[in-house]
């Protein structure tokens, strides 16, 4: 198994977790990845390290996002440093960074000299806000530009109620996989006209794509979306529900009419099919909070796994359970959906694509910290051109 990027070499310039987790997605597609770290190394190794319990003999954090790579430590602020990373870069196909532009500038890593030495280049910038504007050189974290700044947060709080924290790097992983593929997108285009180009993706950009629909609405009819209160949703078929045991489960019904007999038989109030309230589907929207308000009792007397027997003898009512981390590790179709990859005796979670003509290999762990320095700094100096660079 070698995966659809065999051979593709790729080098990695990036820190925390946006531009890792993509160089990371190729990896695990076959590529050959170079991470460049400095020599106290990518931040997140100590980030996440400080806040795990003592003696954790892994990092859940790091490790994910970087492995299948090489790591080489470089001083990029010295001569040599730099000419090893350059003469990285002249053999390279990609090139993947979420380093601020200054500072790649202030380097002469930025895509014209960089492009200038390699045209075949693929040159991927994942930035915060994007390559022009007022704020294309700021600083960002994907909690700042995806979850506040993109109206993620805004549009899944609860009216009256602060907005929910954000869980870590959703932002930076959905970013991650918009870069991977525009990564890929270049490199097919290469294939056909032999030439390179710089891509790239923002934080903030797939904010906006994510919550598309709700701009949609915006844009095209000029009105707000609905922000919608669970116990006063107009189709209470597209609801969630919690059992006697505190887990809930969630009805899928986005065309309710088909559904509402089969749940009014499941839950034995057969007398609402004629029920004035409840008989037609703008009555159950008229009347949706006292639907609700019956139906949040009715589920509250069975357990879980009443109900899901139940369900799973109505196939045409579509539900699901609303997991927890236990119960998605537990869930069997969690792992026959090909969710799991075994990296050095430890499941962790696989990129969400299956190559069927091109499998691709079993990925290997993240590596040290400079691990790989001395082996490859060795194979540059077999190199022509300008490695290593004195004087």
């Not at 790091?62 to 430590?73: C, L």
């Not at 500072?103 to 492009?115: I, K, N």
């Not at 285009?189 to 891509?199: I, P």
């Not at 701009?215 to 597209?238: F, I, Q």
Request: hydrophobic content about 45%; overall charge negative.
């Amino acid at each position: 198994m070698s995966g659809p990027l065999q051979g593709v070499k790729v080098v990695e310039l990036g820190v925390w977790v946006a531009a890792p987790a993509a160089a990371s997605i190729l990896a695990d597609w076959g590529a050959d990845v170079v991470k460049i770290e400095a020599p106290a190394g990518d931040p997140l190794r100590a980030a996440s390290a400080a806040v795990l319990p003592p003696g954790a003999g892994s990092n859940p954090h790091f490790e994910p996002d970087n492995r299948g790579k090489r790591s080489v430590a470089l001083d990029l602020r010295s001569a040599d440093g730099l000419a090893a990373m350059l003469a990285l870069l002249d053999s390279a196909d990609v090139f993947v960074t979420n380093v601020r532009a200054a500072g790649l500038a202030r380097l002469g890593l930025d895509p014209d000299a960089v492009r200038a030495r390699n045209p075949r280049l693929v040159y991927a910038l994942i930035t915060g806000y994007g390559l022009t504007g007022p704020d294309s050189g700021a600083g960002a974290f994907d909690l700042g530009a995806f979850w506040a700044r993109g109206g993620v947060a805004h549009l899944l709080t609860v009216p009256g109620e602060a907005p929910p924290i954000q869980r870590q790097a959703m932002g930076d992983h959905q970013t991650g996989l918009a870069a991977a593929a525009m990564i890929s997108a270049a490199l097919f285009d290469r294939e056909r006209t032999g030439a390179g180009q710089v891509v790239s993706t923002s934080l903030l950009r797939v904010a906006a794509y994510h919550v598309a629909a709700d701009l949609h609405v915006k844009l095209m009819l000029g009105t707000e979306p609905d922000y919608p209160d669970r116990r006063a949703l107009s189709n209470p078929l597209w609801n969630n529900y919690a059992a006697s045991d505190g887990r809930r489960l969630w009805l899928i019904n986005p065309a309710p009419g088909r559904a509402w007999p089969i749940l009014a038989e499941l839950v034995d109030r057969v007398e609402w099919l004629d029920d004035p309230r409840y008989a037609t589907q703008q009555a159950r929207a008229d009347n949706c909070r006292a639907l609700i308000t019956e139906l949040d009792e009715i589920f509250a007397r069975r357990s879980f796994d009443e109900w899901a027997r139940l369900l799973d003898t109505k196939p045409d009512l579509l539900w699901a359970p609303v997991n927890t981390l236990d119960d998605i590790l537990a869930d069997p179709q969690t792992a026959a959906a090909g969710t799991f990859v075994e990296v050095d005796e430890h499941r962790q979670i696989a990129t969400p694509a299956d190559f069927h003509g091109t499998p691709c290999p079993a990925p290997t762990g993240a590596p040290g910290l400079g691990e790989h320095t001395d082996k490859v700094v060795a194979a540059l100096a077999e190199l022509p051109g300008a490695w290593p660079a004195r004087g």
